[in-house]
């Protein structure tokens, strides 16, 4: 397997954390390196980020977060899970209004880049993007477009095949979270 192929695996939607294990400014801001170098559409670089990573900062942004749609009984991380770190992604709407699909390639950029430092997270777009808006005193001409939430994992997940078409994820009994994927059979098109 390569490196490549070991990180995206790495790579899932983690929601649960030890919280103790902090990660520092510094570190986020080469995680956000990662995302500067990355590609943009037109090369406009329209996204700009908030970093949250102290215990009073990200207490303002979790309650404003909506996690695991799926889960429908599980209403998000308790204290001690949570995570210890936020990337709030912005829209410069003086810049642009539009970000084409720059917020998804710098997001796995991010999130890879926490992988290979030990971390991992959660890509969350359920966001009160208004109340977290003014949580935060957010000028208008930013516009949230999601939130990354990262810590160190404190949970299993695992990547299985689709049974009968279901994608939706969930957890057994021993907390383990699966993510169904479809099979590479069934992405390919040959027309």
Known sequence: ???IQELIRKNRSYRRFYEE???????LLELIDLARLSPSARNAQT????LCHTPERNALVFPNLAWAGYLK???GPEPGERPTAYIIMLNDTRIF????????IAAQSIMLGAVEKGYGGCIIGSVERIKLQ??????AHFKIIQVLALGKPKEEVVIE?????????????NQVHHVPKRP?????LDL
Not at 47 to 50: E, G, H, L, R, S
Not at 97 to 104: E, H, I, P, S, V
């Open 73 to 75: 009984d599980w209403t």
């Open 184 to 188: 590479l059979d069934e992405l390919i």
């Open 47 to 50: 996204i700009k980020y908030i």
């Open 134 to 139: 003014k949580a935060l005193n957010i000028p």
């Open 97 to 104: 209004d539009n970000y084409f699909c720059d917020d998804g």
């Open 161 to 173: 095949s689709t049974v009968s078409g279901n994608i939706k994820y969930y957890r057994d009994s």
């Open 21 to 27: 294990v902090s990660i520092s400014r510094e570190t």
């Open 1 to 3: 397997m390569s490196h």
